[in-house]
């Protein structure tokens, strides 16, 4: 089993509409949660990032984060072309930007104008 | 602020030759840098953490003699493949940390990756 599960989609939804992307996880250390932009032949970007559990709003996007179901999400509201890319979610257990993330997969989301 | 910059965006090489990437912050001190590789449609895969100073710390099967990694100074770090095959042609990216490293790993700060075809 991997540490951090994420469908892969493809994903396309209209122009507008309410997207949710999610990840799973199994390791109960985790701490952090991130979700990641990540455009065609670039690196990744960050969007969001939580600590523990919650929620965390940002403009159109919204990060929630349940540690009990091991399971963290992100909404993007009034979704627009502009958002089609890959999100990838990632993981840290550690407070200190020197140790090391695990992601996911990542999701590609096609935003349909 | 908190750029990373990667040369070269894109290079080819011919089997057997070695290559190196670059990796730089540009506007800040990063006493650890990361390096990943990410397939097609794939996820990014740590391959190995590097501190300034210090040897490489690489991940379980990634070969440390053919992924040559130097941190020399706190604003740059080296990816060398040596004797490159084509199944090394991948999109290699960095990540960089700050100099004090107190904040939470979310203050990575990626570069633009480099895309390694080998022939």
């Known amino acids: 089993q991997k540490e951090v599960e994420q469908d892969p989609g493809p994903l396309s939804v209209p122009e507008g509409a309410i997207v949710s992307l999610n990840c799973t996880y199994s390791?109960?250390?985790?701490?952090?949660f991130m979700w990641y932009r990540q455009y065609s032949r670039k690196g990744p970007e960050l969007l969001m990032y939580?600590?523990?559990?919650g929620n965390k709003e940002d403009g159109r996007f919204t990060a929630q984060v349940d540690k009990s179901s091991k399971y963290i999400s992100l909404f993007i509201r009034d979704s627009q072309p502009s958002d089609s890319a890959t999100y990838l979610c990632?993981?840290?257990?550690?407070?200190?930007?020197?140790?090391?993330?695990?992601f996911g997969t990542g999701t590609r989301l096609t935003i349909i104008p | 602020g908190a750029v990373v910059s990667q040369h070269p965006s894109w290079v080819i090489c011919k089997s057997g030759t070695s290559v190196k990437i670059e990796c730089r912050s540009l506007?800040?001190?990063?006493?650890?840098m990361f390096w990943y590789r990410q397939f097609p449609k794939q996820s990014l895969m740590l391959m190995a953490t590097?501190?300034?100073?210090?040897?490489?710390?690489?991940e379980q099967g990634v070969e440390k003699d053919k992924f040559l990694i130097n941190h020399a100074s706190l604003t740059l770090s080296t990816l060398t493949v040596t004797s490159a095959h084509p199944e090394d042609s991948s999109f290699y990216i960095c990540?960089?940390?700050?100099?004090?490293?107190?904040?939470?790993?979310?203050?990575?700060?990626f570069g633009p990756g480099t895309r390694l075809t080998v022939t």
């Open positions: 990540s960089a940390t700050d100099l004090i490293g107190l904040a939470g790993p979310y203050e990575q700060y």
């Open positions: 590097s501190n300034e100073g210090s040897k490489a710390t690489y």
């Open positions: 506007d800040f001190q990063a006493t650890t």
């Open positions: 939580t600590y523990s559990s």
């Open positions: 990632a993981m840290g257990g550690g407070y200190f930007g020197n140790e090391k993330l695990t």
């Open positions: 390791n109960s250390a985790f701490q952090y």
